[in-house]
């Protein structure tokens, strides 16, 4: 299964409201290059002091979108579209309702799955059960 953490919080911490690359790396369980690469891909926008990374809350919350996405399967395309969906200025309404309309499919995507590995699972057993016997 994923080594990705259970949980990945959204909310921001108290009291912080800057993060370095290694805070992120260490609260999500993500390698700084992971971090590096999700920022090259547009989703993340840490702010540069030099040569230094310097991640905001927003860029810790968007994090938490993404892993969350990539846990149940959903494509860097779909978790931009989501994320970005904040920042259109309607009260985050556009993007609840999105996101809402994505996880019902994809629930609806993985329990079709389930069905079809729960039906395999049961005819290998059954296949299994006519061969076994002729082994003794």
């Not at 959903?74 to 609840?96: K, V, W």
């Amino acid at each position: 299964m994923s080594s990705l953490p259970a949980y990945a919080p959204i909310e921001p911490l108290p009291d912080r409201h800057l993060f370095s690359i290694s805070d992120l790396s260490a609260e999500f369980g993500v390698t700084a290059r992971a971090l590096r690469f999700y920022e090259d891909e547009g989703l993340i926008a840490p702010e540069r002091r030099g040569t230094v990374r310097v991640y905001s809350s927003r860029d810790r919350a968007r994090l938490a979108w993404i892993l969350r996405g990539k846990r149940v399967g959903f494509s860097l395309g779909e978790i931009r579209e989501m994320i970005d969906l904040y920042d259109i200025g309607d009260g985050r309404r556009a993007q609840r309702e999105v996101t809402i309309a994505r996880c019902r499919d994809r629930i609806a995507l993985l329990s079709a799955q389930k069905h079809d590995i729960d039906a395999a699972i049961d005819e290998l057993t059954q296949f299994i059960a006519v061969i076994e016997p002729g082994l003794d």
